[in-house]
């Protein structure tokens, strides 16, 4: 009886590591429940430019035009807050 408890508490760490490791791989959950950086995404007809609009510091958000053969450069079409973007949207909703 003795060796069978032995064996069942030497098997607990090789159990538990692969069930600590998946935990280690996760993102953490605050990670879900953020604003999102990106909130508009859409693909030019000719397919050579992304326009995003990106969140900035402060409340503000950005208007950017990305080539697609370098997603890394920019050009920051317009900057706009908030509020005047949600009134832009409520105008659009109404057309």
Excluded: W
């Excluded at 064996?7 to 159990?15: G, S």
């Excluded at 069930?19 to 990106?38: I, K, N, T, W, Y």
């Excluded at 908030?82 to 105008?91: K, V």
């Amino acid at each position: 009886m003795r060796r069978h408890l032995l064996r069942f508490l030497a098997l607990i760490p090789v159990l538990a590591a692969p069930g600590l490791a998946a935990a280690a791989d996760r993102p953490p959950v605050e990670s879900f429940f953020r604003q999102a950086e990106v909130g508009f995404v859409r693909l030019s007809p000719s397919g050579r430019y992304v326009l995003t609009v990106n969140r900035l510091e402060g409340g503000g958000q950005a208007l950017l035009v990305r080539e697609t053969a370098d997603l890394k450069k920019f050009t920051v079409a317009a900057t706009l807050e908030s509020a005047r973007l949600a009134r832009l949207a409520a105008l659009r909703s109404l057309c």
